[in-house]
């Protein structure tokens, strides 16, 4: 299983901005997540941020969501909290781009063209506190070293391409080769996780994590591995 704060920062790189708060008070939201995994917030005129100073305490809760057929389910969900700080101006494009990623809005050009105007949309970013987080049967705090100084697992993006092959095009195969492994029908399968260090398993109500004889080290060796289990023999499984 990939270490705690490089999953969470992985689960960052693709999640969504779901809610704001202001002083435990809701506000509206729009954003998404920068390079380094600070959330980063399209804030109009007239909305509670746009007019308060810098360091303004808020939370920012993210979402990252698996697409199982036809239906989304939750798969890790993040606080981040910490302090609003305005982007700076040579970093405001970047920022931009992060939101876009998330939410396209048209009040992104606004934010760029007449930046730093009193009366254009303003572009934030958290500077880190903490990060609480609930991700399948685990949770717990992060602080902001242990969370900034980690990555996104460098094979990511490999795996999410890969994972949603998997379960539009190759679920029988994963449910021989999960049931060869259990030894017995384990209901309705889909991959639910897939990293450099092994796969979750989603069968029936529960996960079920496969991890790899050695770590996966590029692209192709994670795929290579994903066969061994699609193609497995009975071993002894390992709940997630």
């Not at 990939?2 to 954003?31: F, K, M, N």
């Not at 969900?77 to 396209?104: F, I, M």
């Not at 080769?177 to 889909?190: C, F, H, I, K």
């Amino acid at each position: 299983m990939l270490p705690i704060p490089e999953r969470i920062r992985t689960l960052a790189a693709t999640a969504s901005v779901s809610r704001l708060t202001v002083d435990g008070a809701p506000c509206p939201t729009r954003g998404g997540v920068d390079e380094q995994g600070r959330p980063v917030l399209l804030v109009r005129p007239g909305e509670t941020l746009h007019g308060l100073r810098d360091d303004a305490v808020v939370a920012v809760n993210l979402t990252a969501m698996r697409r199982l057929g036809a239906e989304e389910h939750p798969r890790g969900l993040l606080e981040v909290q910490g302090w609003a700080q305005a982007v700076p101006a040579g970093q405001a494009r970047a920022a931009a781009v992060a939101v876009a990623a998330h939410t396209p809005d048209e009040s992104l050009f606004d934010a760029l063209e007449r930046f730093g105007a009193p009366d254009a949309p303003r572009l934030l970013r958290l500077d880190v506190a903490q990060v609480v987080y609930l991700t399948g049967q685990e949770s717990g705090v992060l602080d902001a070293d242990d969370y900034l100084d980690a990555a996104p697992d460098p094979l990511s993006e490999t795996a999410e391409r890969v994972l949603a092959h998997i379960n539009d095009a190759h679920r029988p195969q994963l449910a021989s080769g999960v049931s060869r492994q259990l030894g017995g029908d384990p209901g309705e399968v889909w991959l639910w996780e897939l990293d450099r260090f092994g796969a979750t398993v989603r069968a029936g109500d529960g996960l079920i994590r496969f991890p790899w004889p050695v770590p996966a080290r590029s692209g192709l060796s994670l795929e290579e591995a994903l066969r061994g289990l699609l193609c497995a023999c009975p071993d002894e499984r390992h709940p997630a």
